[in-house]
């Protein structure tokens, strides 16, 4: 039988890119189908209208939205539509998706991360699980992100380093803000390790890449130098030099048919004009983010899949995972400091690059009530992020009123000229509850009359205690640095970029949606490989073990072709 | 009378003619504005009152004449890309304020004194229409003070200089604006 093609993957973020990338370069034909549009370095501008306050590279909500689904404090459930409120789940819809917008804070999951089971027991009311896979089976994939995507940073000892294949990273470290230093002296005193940050962003100019220039705006924002490891600059780019990638941006995968013998035969598409297509490969990934692939497979009812694709065991969906944690920050108030301390602390555009993980793991009676090691988490430390109008609007309450006129006016001058702002951002396990999930919300359709999906939040009381204790330590840290307005605090909001799981891999088809392979259980030719796969997630941000597996997955298929091709 | 004293005094007595004209130098559109057309320039000058008087302007700092808010908000209400429920929402607050100030002082809200601007608009933010619409206007007056100039407030970066803001490179390009993309 032919084929169009010999693969076709939806989707062209972090889960999609080592596909694209390792199967164009192995000679195999591939279809990429992404919803967005394809910008490159020349489109990405810093513009904080179009980055963060329209909305501009993610859909517009009348016309595509979520539901979501929230517990009320007298335990009933509530839920709305997307549109009109302040919920967004969407996060880049472009070529390279959310990579493009990441802060590339790079972390690899700890070898316990892959038992938590097993290190930690289990905790009531959590779907914990160990992985069906080691951080063993993992490692050559991290370390070939390093490489590859291209990751930057410095190895040095410290309690929960987990062990590497290579010895250093492949770039140094990304050039630091005076910050580091403040927080490294803070630390010493404490006796507390700081490390600087790994991050997927290129220190020098490699791989047909140029370095970062340090425009100060990263995190939310395009990279116009292509330092940024983003799915689309350090693969799909290199894959399309190949020849052998078809990219079709304004592609929104509608269905995945089946054929009666439940395999899948054809995936149709809309094109910008909504004019439908089909087309048909030997293998298909799906690699739409968390949520829109547990969306697009409930949506891709078959004979064989009445539930939806993969869903027999009613499995699609469930187990949806954030990111737990907490959050703080901190001013250093530059009348505190020496004249020549606050002219290096004015400097902009250069990294903080700072985290701690001494608490990966915590032993504490009193929070916990237990002996027993607690999985614990990271502590990253970054500048506030310098989008000017969200930090002047956060300056406009006061008592209640809001605050206008010349009071305003002084209160913006102060935020913005007397002292340097540090932030925290602490990790930790968001774990999987049965009412954390994704389903289809038959009621509110998006433009192409499709179900959307209706996301359920479920926060477990252990993500707070550990995002408390995280949070507490951060603020001990920042007080010895000597800042002021010191703030942290836990958060049970779910950061909505940073979302797993829903299609969790496992051995049991009755309690995961795909093998180990990431190839769904009774869909012999589909693929999973975003962050859906993730059955728990780690304290860490999730892009670089997304990458990773992506690409040993990408090894599965490649076998499965036949293996790399000889070249004509 | 200077346009920056006209604007700052909320002035009286002009004929709508001339209030016009002055209000259509302010904002000064590149934009074709169809879904701008309700908005009389009475509608115009209350907004331009409201945002004087919630961003003053200073002998050393800019205020909303200044950072050209008036502007920046024809440009967004007048974009095509633009929620017309933001634009419906914007157009019937400066009515209800209007409203409001008749009720109250009998008098149009830009004839008021500066302290009865105050009074009105804390009571007007007493209800949750009025306090989300001065949300809604503040919201603007801070974009066009901190935007890139290419969207038509901040003119030569005045806001950025103001609060020692550093812009990052590259900037927006007029071709590459947000909707353009």
Not at chain 1, 86 to 94: H, I, Q
Not at chain 1, 217 to 244: E, F, P, Q, V, W
Not at chain 1, 497 to 521: I, M, W, Y
Request: hydrophobic share 35%; with cysteine; net charge neutral.
């Amino acid at each position: 039988m032919s084929y169009d093609f010999d693969i076709c993957v939806v989707g062209s973020g972090a889960g999609a890119g080592p596909i694209i990338y390792t199967l164009a370069h192995a000679g195999y034909k591939v279809l990429v189908l992404e919803k967005g549009p394809w910008y490159t370095e020349q489109d990405y501008f810093k513009d904080e209208l179009k980055t963060s306050l329209r909305g501009g590279y993610t859909p517009d909500l009348r016309e595509q939205q979520h539901v979501v689904e929230l517990e009320n404090d007298d335990g009933s459930w509530r839920s709305f539509p997307t549109y009109q409120s302040s919920w967004n789940f969407w996060n880049g819809n472009v070529v390279g998706g959310s990579s493009n917008f990441m802060s590339g804070f790079f972390h690899r999951l700890k070898p316990n991360d892959f038992h938590l089971l097993s290190s930690y027991g289990p905790i009531e009311r959590a779907n914990i699980v160990d992985w069906p896979i080691s951080y063993n089976n993992m490692e050559p994939y991290y370390d070939k992100v390093e490489k590859v995507v291209g990751v930057s940073g410095r190895v040095i000892d410290h309690p929960f380093q987990e062990p590497r294949s290579s010895k250093d990273f492949p770039f140094p470290p990304t050039t630091e803000h005076p910050l580091a230093e403040h927080i490294d002296w803070a630390c010493e005193r404490l006796g507390i390790h700081t490390i600087p940050m790994p991050r997927a962003i290129l220190s020098q100019p490699a791989m047909n890449r140029k370095a970062c220039v340090y425009s100060g705006y990263c995190g939310s924002y395009g990279c116009a130098t292509g330092a940024k490891g983003s799915s689309r600059a350090a693969l799909i780019d290199s894959a399309m030099a190949t020849g052998n990638v078809d990219l079709r941006p304004h592609a929104m995968v509608t269905h995945i048919h089946s054929d009666p013998q439940g395999k899948v035969c054809a995936v149709e598409y809309v094109d910008k004009e909504d004019k439908k297509h089909t087309a048909d490969a030997r293998l298909y990934v799906v690699a739409a983010q968390a949520i829109e692939t547990s969306r697009l497979l409930l949506n891709s009812t078959g004979s064989k899949h009445p539930d939806g694709l993969g869903n027999n065991s009613g499995q699609v969906g469930k187990n949806l995972i954030f990111a737990g944690g907490g959050a703080g920050s901190g001013r250093l108030t530059y009348d505190k400091f020496s004249e020549q301390q606050v002219t290096e602390l004015k400097e902009f555009g250069t990294f903080v690059n700072r985290s701690v993980q001494d608490w990966y793991e915590i032993t504490d009676k009193d929070m916990f009530k237990s002996d027993a090691p607690q999985k614990g988490g990271t502590i990253d430390f970054v500048h506030l992020h310098p989008n000017p109008v969200a930090r002047a609007s956060r300056q406009t309450r006061s008592n209640g009123q809001i605050l206008w006129g010349k009071p305003l006016k002084d209160r913006l001058k102060a935020h913005f000229t007397g002292g340097r702002y540090l932030k925290v951002e602490a990790f930790c396990d968001w774990l999987p509850t049965d009412n954390s999930h994704v389903s289809l919300d038959h009621q509110v359709k998006d433009k192409w009359g499709l179900p959307v999906a209706k996301i359920k939040v479920d926060v477990h009381v252990q993500n707070l205690k550990v995002g408390w204790y995280l949070a507490n330590k951060s603020a001990d840290i920042m007080r010895e640095m000597g800042a002021d307005n010191v703030l942290a605090f836990a958060s049970g909001v779910p950061p909505t970029n940073l979302v797993a799981g829903g299609c969790r891999f496992g051995t049991d088809p009755e309690k995961s949606v795909l093998n180990p392979d990431c190839q769904v259980h009774d869909v012999e030719n589909l693929y999973v490989t975003d962050g859906s796969f993730i059955p728990t997630g780690g304290s860490v941000p999730h892009t670089w073990t997304i990458y990773a597996n992506a690409f040993r997955v990408a090894d599965k298929l490649l076998e499965r072709l036949g293996g790399q091709k000889k070249q004509v | 009378m200077k346009r920056r004293d006209f604007l700052l005094t909320s002035g009286t007595g002009l004929s709508s003619l001339s209030l016009s004209g002055i209000v259509n130098a302010a904002i000064c559109s590149d934009i074709p504005a169809p879904s701008v057309r309700e908005f009389t320039p009475q509608d115009w000058h209350i907004i331009a009152a409201v945002q004087n008087h919630i961003f003053p302007s200073e002998d050393q700092t800019p205020g909303a004449v200044e950072i050209q808010a008036l502007r920046y908000l024809h440009n967004y209400l007048a974009n095509p890309a633009t929620d017309p429920e933001n634009v419906k929402f914007i157009h019937s607050g400066s009515r209800q304020l209007q409203q409001f100030a008749e009720k109250n002082h009998s008098i149009p809200f830009t004839q008021l004194s500066i302290d009865e601007r105050e009074k009105l608009l804390r009571e007007f933010e007493t209800r949750p229409e009025g306090r989300r619409w001065l949300i809604t206007i503040l919201n603007y007056v801070l974009e066009s003070l901190l935007t890139d100039p290419v969207y038509g407030g901040n003119p030569d970066g005045i806001g950025w200089q103001w609060l020692e803001h550093r812009a990052g490179e590259p900037r927006p390009p007029a071709n590459k604006r947000y909707w353009l993309l």
